[in-house]
């Protein structure tokens, strides 16, 4: 009896953590900047990390534990590249602004000599 609703328990948890990541789901497409998708992405991470934790403790297998550990690395793993990836375009953008920007003074400083 007791164990029935222990593992109802952890259903409803399943169902609930699915409702949580449809969620961050959204908010890694809507996002309306790129950090609110990194960390919808993280925590994506954290919830699948937290949901085959509980498929071990329902199953009763301790390797699938480690399935959860090593998925765990992975997510930080891929959130640490995107934004070194993210950083890298964003200095190029702003290396690209500052050279228009000099270009423009330039341009300005010039006229004025001409005026």
């Known amino acids: 009896m007791a164990e029935t609703i222990y593992n109802g328990f952890i259903i ?3 169902v609930l953590l699915m409702v949580v990541v449809f969620g961050y789901f959204v908010r890694t497409i809507i996002g309306p900047h790129f950090a609110d ?3 919808a992405i993280n925590s994506i991470s954290t ?6 934790s509980f498929i071990a403790v329902m199953q009763g297998e301790n390797y699938i534990v ?38 423009q003074l330039e341009n300005v400083k010039g006229e004025d000599k001409n005026v």
């Open 47 to 52: 919830v699948v990390m937290l949901f085959i």
């Open 12 to 14: 409803c948890m399943l």
């Open 66 to 103: 480690d399935i959860a550990l090593i998925y765990a690395v992975l997510g930080f793993i891929s959130v640490v590249i995107l934004c070194k990836a993210y950083l890298r375009s964003h200095k190029k953008e702003k290396a690209n602004d500052l050279a228009n920007l000099k270009e």
């Open 37 to 39: 998708r990194i960390l």
